[in-house]
């Protein structure tokens, strides 16, 4: 958020720094959450550095005891551990701001001058004794979640240009005998690819630097075991994101001392930027939490806190859909449609969803090459408009969603032909497209108001619809911005601000507007993101052995609430029970022609949307327990246990195990020890019993936790839907 700075209006003189100094001798400033605890103390040269991150100690006095790194101006080797330094001082790693001065000098040397601490939040303000720059690190903490928030506000007020070469959100440093890094590398149709090796000296960086689909190689967070490799329920692990709808960049350090260091933030490598006088510019959040029992428990972390602050509407139901793309794709019309509207009625489900190719006269949108940009429904394949589609879709007791993808352009389009200075293109240069199309320029507040205008044109015509699929097909390609003249670095950092600036004014006027966060697949799948979207479109891949992985990696961080699942025909080997089952564990969705099931599978669907009904409170719970790995054998088993403990379900996969393969009991987590469950095995195919042995029996959770039950089998593409009531 760029803002004028009163602040920056005092004058500095060495006297001040003086009292300063003396004033920050001794300090020790803590952050704590309910089991994390971060603290920070400034040493006599003023300096503020890390003293501890780790458990919660349970002594404060304790604090004092904490070593200080041998740091001071004087000091010609420092072992480093500062909150947050600067480029071209003594510390030789990597930094978290580079400012390079007007008058050229590139250093700032930062000493504390104050802090505050208010309810959960805590500022910390830095200056530099020999130029008008101030910076303040922020922490927020949600303690019973156990996670941190950091971000900071760099502000500087010199006369001349001052420009940022990096702006990192924060650096943490652990020592541990050992690090292991699990990362998650992305494509299209292949998100979230779970990847693990061990750090070493030197530096090990995770970005990206697409601009606008910027998660399609990486995904913007990362799980770091400390002393031991990654588990699932033991071990220290610092599980990191970052919200923040563009680049990225997470820098993963061991120095000469073994000290690893993490750096997190925009990806400053794409732009240096200006920084004009009295402004500040706040970085990205950073989000952590330190787990002591492994990735399953920084999940139910993430979780919860999601649900609990972070995650739009979290409170609020989602519905189910129809969705026509991979049924249709561009080739449909009102008739269609509206048949379409009586097949999501008989199948029960809460919405339908219109995707791509509803717009365009000029240049209709036939296919991808044409059209994007030009918001007009397209007459001739839809003479009523929206409003008649809306009415029908109401007819027919579904409520009505929309698809568009308001950043992007067609260059064969009414828009690239009368706005050329909207979209991002290098002038004089060859233009490269990805996917047909261009991005506009979000720099430009007149754009902003235009794609706020897609939005609210539609909704002030259909007040009716309640669901809005965002797209975003495209990375920024051809980088130049002609509103931004000569301040090109500033270009991705001032997009994803003016992507706010539209999301914002969109949930300001449009509170009960649904909305799914879609980036040709996961694409765009960050926390922030999800502050404005209710939901988001983990990829292209439906097929549901692939998306048994895909959802594994996003439940690290991401609510079964948010995730959006639907069943269509990809890998038709899979039944369509097993698709069902698979989507079952997200926010269920269907993208796939009725007609072309047979009346069994129909009918399966038609059961499991009535099944999700009843259950999805159980199953959007953010007490999640990942039991069996599909990373590790043939089979994949999940469970969700509501807050009570009096509710639970159990998702089973088989994939494709071994011959004669042993098959070993799976143990369950989270229930009530001395309370007695019933299992049962629900969402069967008609005429089918469930052959599981624990089905209809009824356990001790102590049973089920201790001894466990049986159900995986070995056989190929068999799923099961477990449901595990307490008995009163
Ligand atoms: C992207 C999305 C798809 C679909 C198409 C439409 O690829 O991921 O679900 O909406 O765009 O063009």
Redesign the pocket.
């Known amino acids: 958020m760029i803002e004028n700075s009163m602040s920056m209006k005092r004058s500095f003189s060495l006297f001040q720094f003086f009292i300063f100094s003396l004033f920050a001798l001794a300090q020790t400033i803590s952050i704590t959450t309910d089991h994390t605890q971060l603290v920070l103390r400034v040493n006599d040269g003023g300096r503020l550095y890390q003293t501890y991150l780790g458990e919660r100690l349970s002594e404060q006095t304790d604090l004092s005891q904490l070593n200080m790194p041998q740091a001071g101006l004087s000091s010609s080797c420092i072992k480093g551990l500062e909150a947050y330094p600067v480029m071209g001082t003594e510390d030789y790693y990597e930094p978290t701001l580079e400012i390079h001065h007007a008058d050229g000098n590139p250093t700032s040397v930062l000493k504390y001058v104050e802090h505050s601490q208010q309810g959960n939040e805590t500022a910390i303000v830095l200056r530099d004794e020999l130029y008008p720059v101030e910076v303040t690190l922020y922490y927020k903490v949600f303690p019973e979640e156990d996670i941190i928030q950091q971000w900071t506000e760099i502000k500087q007020d010199e006369k001349g240009k001052v420009y940022l070469g990096r702006y990192a959100s924060s650096i943490l440093y652990f020592e541990a005998p050992n690090y292991f890094l699990t990362e998650f590398a992305s494509d299209w149709a292949k998100e979230m690819q779970m990847q693990s090796q061990e750090l070493q000296f030197g530096k090990k960086v995770v970005d990206s630097r697409l601009g606008t689909r910027a998660n399609l190689m990486a995904q913007p967070s990362f799980e770091l075991g400390l002393g031991e490799p990654v588990c699932e329920n033991k071990g220290t692990v610092l599980m990191g994101t970052l919200g923040w709808m563009g680049n990225f960049r997470f820098t993963f350090e061991v120095d000469n001392q073994h000290v690893l260091r993490v750096v997190s933030g925009i990806n400053h490598d794409a732009g240096t930027y200006l920084l004009r006088k009295g402004e500040a510019f706040r970085t990205a959040d950073f989000y952590f939490t330190l787990s002591t029992n492994g990735v399953g428990e920084g999940s139910r972390r993430f979780q919860h806190w999601m649900m609990n602050h972070q995650l739009h509407k979290a409170k609020d139901d989602r519905m189910t859909l129809l969705n026509n ?1 991979e049924n249709t794709y561009f080739d449909f019309n009102e008739e269609k449609l509206v048949a379409l509207f009586g097949e999501a009625r008989d199948l029960g489900v809460d919405l339908f969803l219109l ?2 190719g509803w717009f365009g006269n000029k240049y209709p949108r036939k296919n ?1 090459h044409a059209g994007l940009g030009d918001w007009e429904v397209t007459h001739d394949k839809l003479p009523n408009g929206i409003p008649y589609l809306v009415k029908k879709a109401k007819e027919n007791g579904v409520s009505f969603g929309i ?1 568009i993808e308001p950043e992007m352009v067609n260059p064969k389009s009414e828009l690239a032909e009368k706005h050329p200075d909207w979209i991002i293109q290098l002038p004089s240069r060859e233009t490269y497209y990805f996917r047909n199309q261009m991005v506009l320029d979000l720099c430009n507040p007149q754009v902003q108001d235009f794609v706020f205008g897609i939005v609210d044109g539609l909704m002030q015509e259909n007040p009716d619809i309640k669901f809005m ?1 965002w ?1 975003c ?1 495209s990375p920024i390609t051809n980088i130049y911005s002609l509103y931004l003249k000569e301040n090109q670095g500033n270009l991705y950092v001032d997009y994803v601000r003016g992507l706010y600036k539209v999301l914002d004014r969109v949930q300001a006027k449009y509170p009960d507007l649904y909305m799914m966060m ?1 980036s ?2 996961g694409g765009r799948s960050d926390v922030k993101g999800l502050s404005y979207f209710t939901e988001f ?1 983990c990829s ?1 891949n439906t097929d549901p052995i692939e998306r048994l992985f895909i959802q594994w990696g996003y439940s690290q961080f991401m609510p079964a609430k948010a995730m959006c699942a639907h069943v269509t025909e990809w890998n038709r080997r899979a039944s369509i029970k097993f698709r069902v089952d698979v989507a079952f564990q997200g926010k269920l969705g269907f993208d796939i022609g009725l007609k072309g099931l047979s009346d069994d599978d129909r009918q399966y669907c038609r059961e499991a949307i009535r099944e999700y009904k009843r259950l999805k409170n159980v199953v959007w719970s953010p007490n999640l327990y990942r039991l069996v790995s599909p990373y590790e054998g043939q089979h994949c088993v999940v469970q969700r246990v509501n807050d009570s403990k009096t509710h639970s379900i159990l998702f089973a996969y088989d994939i494709h195990p071994r011959y004669g393969e042993r098959l070993l009991n799976t143990r369950l987590q989270g229930l009530d020890a001395d309370a007695k469950y019933r299992v049962k095995e629900i969402c069967l195919m008609s005429g089918r019993q469930s052959w599981l042995s624990c089905n209809d029996k009824v356990y001790t959770g102590d049973f089920l936790m201790k001894v466990g039950v049986k159900v995986t089998s070995g056989n190929d593409l068999v799923s099961h839907i477990i449901e595990i009531t307490r008995e009163e």
Do not use: L
């Open positions: 793309w995707d791509d991808d698809w699929k797209d097909n879609c040709g697949g479109w292209d």
